[in-house]
């Protein structure tokens, strides 16, 4: 079983800056993907970004060239830095490990971070 803790979220203004981190642990197979997902008020989850272990990145239109997903050295903590950001952005925000191993598969979530954007 994954442990995963988030941190980072808050509140900021439009334009500004924040640094979400989670770490994952617990796992006896390495983390083949890792991944930032959002959910706004009515809204339905969405992707983010995700980066997997060889370090190919996708990210939604939406944050392009605004945010920057990463990982640690040992692949098990992953960030993601929001800059210039918009009160759109403003959503929990979900990190998830996936975990693939011969014919085991499963995915871990976090229990979401509150990120805040006023004008």
């Known amino acids: 079983q994954v442990q995963i803790v988030e941190s980072g979220g808050g509140l900021v203004q439009a334009g500004g800056s924040l640094r979400l981190s989670c770490a994952g642990s617990g796992s006896i197979f390495t983390f083949n993907e890792m991944g930032w997902y959002r959910q706004a008020l009515g809204n339905e989850r969405e992707l983010v970004a995700t980066?997997?272990?060889?370090?190919?990145?996708v990210y939604a239109d939406s944050v392009k060239g605004r945010f920057t997903i990463s990982t640690n050295n040992a692949k098990d903590t992953v960030y993601l830095q929001m800059n210039g950001l918009k009160p759109e952005d403003t959503a929990v925000y979900y990190c998830?490990?996936?975990?693939?191993?011969?014919?085991?598969?499963?995915?871990?979530w976090g229990q979401g971070t509150q990120v805040t954007v006023s004008w």
């Open positions: 980066i997997t272990r060889a370090g190919n990145t």
């Open positions: 998830k490990i996936y975990v693939r191993f011969l014919a085991y598969e499963n995915e871990y």
